[in-house]
């Protein structure tokens, strides 16, 4: 793989939205941050021998007239994108992004939300070699199957890394980590877990509560918010079905018996933009078959929680680069990710993710 500086990570983005806006501003807003010092709202400061200035973005895809065209740089703050701007003054990228593959990645309420670019769809695989892409970020709407597995596809003819933030799995399934780990390609995912949201609180206080030898009867999780995300998933019950399964499991991976429990996305409510509200409810019993309950209500903006998980998940698959590792990296998957090829609790992930940076882990 190319590789112009002495660290750079050359990456790649597919959908320029909330997820990829709130990124390329975390990259900017920590680039300069010094090593040695804890910094509030990176999970690690350096990972292996890679900081956050370490990332350069080199190629980006989309198919909103708004955004096609554009550089990086004016791209990731145009309409329908809604995330909280907290670093504006991005540097010209000499990024433009490109009209990417369409397929099944919009349909009902963005069909009608997006004016879709007349611009046509380039060469994926071309457009990542030329650009010296070592990784693909996926941030595709949720339920886009196809377009997922397009893009996949296209990096391995390219030979290009893929971080699979959405529900469509591909990490996780057999035959699909299979074809990246033959051709010696590394792969993460599936379906990005926040840095602090919905599915790592409700899976840590879960675990916890087994761990302590309470007996949970029922849980439910409900997720509210006013993105383009959850007005794609109000289309109907039909793009959901990878979403739910993938939060369902990362919930129920954590009990080891079977009870009633309903997780996923509730309801899309325009005024809150990108702030995400989720409700938790466990109820069950404890010493002496008492009952007890619990209710939590977390409120946070969507777009930044996902960024710092992302600059970790970039940081391992070069380091996975770097040891010629292709195939899952099944640490990275398990710690920040809810679809994972093994589902881990997230302590015991972040010691997988520690050890895999100092050299212990994967194959």
């Not at 996926?138 to 339920?143: A, E, K, R, T, W």
Request: hydrophobic share 40%; charged share 25%.
């Amino acid at each position: 793989m190319k590789n112009a500086g002495k660290n750079q990570i050359r990456v790649a983005i597919a959908g320029v939205g909330n997820c990829a806006s709130s990124l390329i501003q975390g990259v900017c807003y920590y680039r300069d941050t010094p090593v040695d010092k804890k910094i509030t709202g990176l999970l690690n400061t350096k990972f292996g021998k890679y900081t956050a200035g370490d990332i350069k973005f080199v190629a980006a895809f989309d198919i909103d007239d708004h955004k096609v065209g554009k550089d990086l740089s004016e791209a990731i703050f145009a309409e329908p994108n809604c995330t909280k701007i907290f670093f504006r003054d991005i540097p010209y990228q000499n990024v433009k992004v490109r009209m990417g593959t369409i397929k099944d990645s919009i349909d009902g309420n963005l069909a009608n939300f997006i004016s879709v670019s007349k611009e046509k769809t380039i060469d994926i695989a071309k457009a990542l070699k030329d650009s010296g892409s070592e990784i693909l970020l996926n941030y595709l709407p949720v339920g886009s199957h196809e377009a997922t597995r397009f893009y996949a596809e296209e990096c391995l003819k390219a030979g290009v890394a893929f971080i699979n933030c959405i529900p469509e799995f591909i990490a996780s399934d057999e035959n699909w980590e299979k074809k990246f780990r033959e051709k010696g390609i590394p792969c993460i995912g599936d379906d990005i877990q926040s840095q602090l949201g919905a599915t790592v609180l409700h899976k840590t206080i879960i675990k916890l509560l087994v761990d302590r030898g309470m007996g949970i009867d029922n849980t439910y999780q409900l997720n509210i918010g006013g993105n383009t995300d959850f007005l794609n998933m109000h289309t109907g019950e039909t793009r959901l079905i990878s979403k739910r399964i993938s939060k369902t499991s990362a919930i129920s991976s954590m009990i080891p018996y079977d009870i009633p429990l309903r997780i996923g996305p509730s309801d899309y409510i325009p005024h809150l933009k990108d702030n995400k509200v989720m409700y938790v409810n466990i109820n069950g019993k404890m010493f002496g078959n008492i009952p007890f309950s619990i209710d939590v209500k977390l409120s946070v903006e969507d777009s930044p929680n996902s960024a710092g998980i992302v600059i970790d998940a970039i940081r391992a698959a070069k380091i996975a680069w770097d040891r010629g590792i292709g195939g899952a990296i099944i640490s990275m998957s398990g710690y920040g990710f809810k679809h994972p090829p093994i589902q881990m609790p997230y302590f015991e992930a972040k010691t997988a993710v520690e050890e895999f940076i100092a050299g212990k882990r994967e194959r």
